[in-house]
């Protein structure tokens, strides 16, 4: 099956700091990958659609300017957490579906802010 | 609005015995459904996934999900559990009038397999 892999797998930062996460298909391409979101024992929140070419699309009450989605290539959707703060220590999850329409995910990134 | 219900958050079963993890939906148009398997820290990895046709839907390790219409249902069963298949499980469906792979999950089912 297809492959999507996600940069760094951990990462810790200070508050205040911004990390870039980085999600990638490595054998097709992706004209749209998905963010997600996932705190401790809970389910996987979408935040929003990221599209090659074009702005991305933020779900309802995801804060668009601190969760910088840029689609750079087919191949290529990072997301940079601006200014982050403890609540935004969590597990980002990606995800590029291929042309049948079956999601292919990252293997998460754990995000830590101290 | 679409929905996605799990209604067990916790299950706990024997080595051995069957397994079988409910799932509802609420979707207005031909859902695509998918089962997902989590173990921690880790990302999802696809157990079966139904687009159409044969409603019985085989997966890997052994998981197969019967899609019934009629109850808006995607039940996950598994005939004899291994210790390997403690993880959370989550069903999603495929919001497919909305963007093509985008998904809303279900809560998530916990399974514990005990000795």
């Known amino acids: 099956g297809a492959v999507v892999s996600q940069h760094p797998s951990w990462v810790i930062c200070k508050s205040g700091t911004s990390v870039k996460i980085e999600c990638r298909s490595l054998?097709?391409?992706?004209?749209?990958m998905f963010w997600y979101r996932q705190f401790p024992k809970q389910s996987l929140m979408l935040m929003a659609t990221?599209?090659?070419?074009?702005?991305?699309?933020?779900e309802q009450g995801v804060e668009k300017d601190k969760f910088l989605i840029n689609h750079a290539s087919l191949t290529l959707s990072t997301l940079t957490v601006t200014s982050a703060h403890p609540e935004d220590s969590s597990f980002y999850i990606c995800?590029?579906?291929?042309?049948?329409?079956?999601?292919?995910f990252g293997q998460g990134t754990r995000l830590t802010v101290v | 609005a679409q929905s996605v219900t799990q209604p067990d958050i916790h299950i706990t079963v024997s080595e051995g015995a069957s397994l079988e993890l409910r799932c509802n939906y609420s979707?207005?148009?031909?859902?695509?459904l998918f089962w997902y398997v989590q173990s921690p820290g880790q990302g999802l990895q696809l157990l079966l996934k139904?687009?159409?046709?044969?409603?019985l839907v085989q997966g890997i390790k052994g998981f197969e999900a019967e899609f019934k219409r009629s109850q808006s249902s995607f039940n996950l069963r598994k005939p004899s559990v291994h210790w390997s298949d403690a993880a959370e499980y989550f069903c999603?469906?495929?919001?497919?009038?909305?963007?093509?792979?985008?998904?809303?999950f279900g809560a998530g089912t916990q399974v514990v397999v005990t000795p």
């Open positions: 990221s599209n090659e070419g074009s702005k991305a699309t933020y």
């Open positions: 995800s590029a579906p291929d042309e049948g329409g079956e999601a292919f």
């Open positions: 139904y687009f159409s046709g044969d409603t």
């Open positions: 999603a469906v495929g919001l497919t009038t909305d963007s093509w792979g985008k998904l809303q």
């Open positions: 054998d097709f391409q992706a004209t749209t």
């Open positions: 979707y207005g148009a031909t859902p695509y």
